[in-house]
């Protein structure tokens, strides 16, 4: 009985509930019990609504998948305390591209935190892996990929890196207090590194191509297709996903990715010839 009840404790521990041992009997302090405080198992109820949560708990399972797994896990459960499930579905759809944080994500973070050297492979724009060290300073998302920034130790630059872009395993150093974050750094000045040199207008059917809309900077909305309006700076990039949606995607301009698209779907027309 005594085994089992540890090994209860561990779990309620594990799911991120906080037990007190403390002495419970006014008149007997030797006595000692365990408590679980409702305060700090469970959210404020007031003042969210179902759609916040929804927010709240992808958020959350973005931590997870970014092996985060410890911190996301009593935020999950917390938010399951709030109330019952949420509707994802009223939530504009952007979960599949959310949810796709590195694998890395905490490496980069603890760079960022212990001010320690990364090293990696990167495959640059011209298809070449080359080995970079960097001091990161900051990473985000923008547009459905993550990216982190910082100075290119080799190059004396200040750099902006796309996570899905490192080849292989990214190795952080030991030493700690490598370097130091200058104070007029500012984060907001990465997003300007990222180039946006076309819009693509497309008919997207209605309920699907969550991962172009979660895209799009406009949205016009039809009784069977939307008309999607999407920036993006690598036409290849733009190519292959409107490719994976099928015929729940027409291309209306510009001319050169409608091309694109044309002459894409002759050749695997061929190839199956």
Known sequence: ??????????????????????GLDPLFD???GY???????????????????????LAAQLWKDASLGDVSQKALR?????????????????????LTAPMFLREIIN????RRVLEFNYLDSEMKTKVRKVHVYSYF??????????LDVDKSENRTFRCDRVVGDLVISKKVNSYEIPSDYKPD??????????????????????QLRVLGSKIETGEEFDLVQV?????????????????????ISPETLKAAVIQALKRLVKAHV
């Open 1 to 22: 009985m005594e085994r089992m009840f540890e090994r209860d404790k561990d779990e309620l521990r594990s799911l991120g509930i906080e037990i007190e041992v403390s």
């Open 30 to 32: 030797d006595e000692v």
């Open 35 to 57: 408590r679980i405080r409702a305060e700090n198992f469970e959210m404020d109820r007031n003042g969210y609504s179902p759609n916040e949560i929804a927010y709240m708990s």
């Open 78 to 98: 917390k938010l399951s305390a709030v109330s019952g499930p949420a509707d994802i579905a009223e939530i504009p759809a952007f979960a599949p591209v959310i």
């Open 111 to 114: 760079g960022i935190t212990d």
């Open 141 to 150: 998302s923008l547009q459905g990929f993550w990216y982190f920034n910082g």
């Open 189 to 210: 000045t990465t997003f300007s590194d990222i180039s946006v040199s076309s819009q693509a207008v497309l008919r997207v059917r209605v309920g699907r191509g969550s």
């Open 231 to 251: 920036p993006y700076s690598s036409e290849e990039e733009m190519l292959s996903l409107i490719l994976w949606h099928l015929d729940d995607v027409c291309v």
